[in-house]
């Protein structure tokens, strides 16, 4: 009888288990790639979700804003007010409510406050506010500007899966200046 044809030797199912082994690293190494790439597309998707929102319903308020005559909100005959250090504008918006934006600095999210009511967050807790800068054109402007920035990034993940991003955007008033 002859053996010799009866099977695979050593070397065959090395060489075979190395090549197997080869191409599973390069198919996980693959998978893990897509992976990561999608779970930074997701997190990029929604901080930038968020900040659309927030910048149109900010921008929206800040537009229809109107100038406190009586002063009972901000400077008599002022459109906008700093406040909060220059991290925060007061105004009184389009209902005659007194409106505030500002940056709390001990959560690093955006709030709002409304006419005396329970203060709102605008950002969520898995995001983290870096910067929110606000420039007020106001002085005997007939229609007063506001040139606000946010950057805004995702908190709790790996560095590589933060997606920083930062808005810039100016708005004039609606309503102009005219007594």
Not at 4 to 26: H, P, Q, W, Y
Not at 112 to 121: F, V
Not at 161 to 166: A, F, I
Request: overall charge positive; charged content about 20%.
């Amino acid at each position: 009888m002859d053996f010799k044809n009866k099977g695979f030797t050593l070397i065959e199912l090395m060489v075979s288990v190395a090549l197997f082994a080869i191409i599973v690293g390069v198919i996980s190494s693959i998978f893990f790639t897509s992976l990561q790439s999608q779970w930074k597309a997701i997190s990029f998707q929604g901080i930038f979700d968020q900040t659309s929102y927030l910048m149109e319903y900010m921008s929206r308020s800040l537009r229809m804003a109107k100038t406190d005559s009586a002063g009972i909100c901000i400077a008599a005959g002022a459109n906008y007010q700093k406040t909060h250090s220059g991290r925060g504008i007061k105004f009184v918006n389009s209902q005659n409510i007194c409106q505030e934006f500002y940056l709390d600095t001990i959560t690093n999210r955006l709030k709002e406050a409304k006419g005396g009511a329970q203060e709102q967050y605008l950002t969520s807790e898995n995001s983290r506010v870096t910067a929110f800068n606000i420039a007020v054109s106001d002085e005997a402007d007939l229609q007063p500007k506001v040139t606000f920035l946010v950057a805004i990034e995702r908190k709790g993940l790996k560095a590589e899966l933060v997606s920083p991003m930062e808005f810039q955007t100016t708005l004039s008033q609606r309503k102009l200046n005219i007594q």
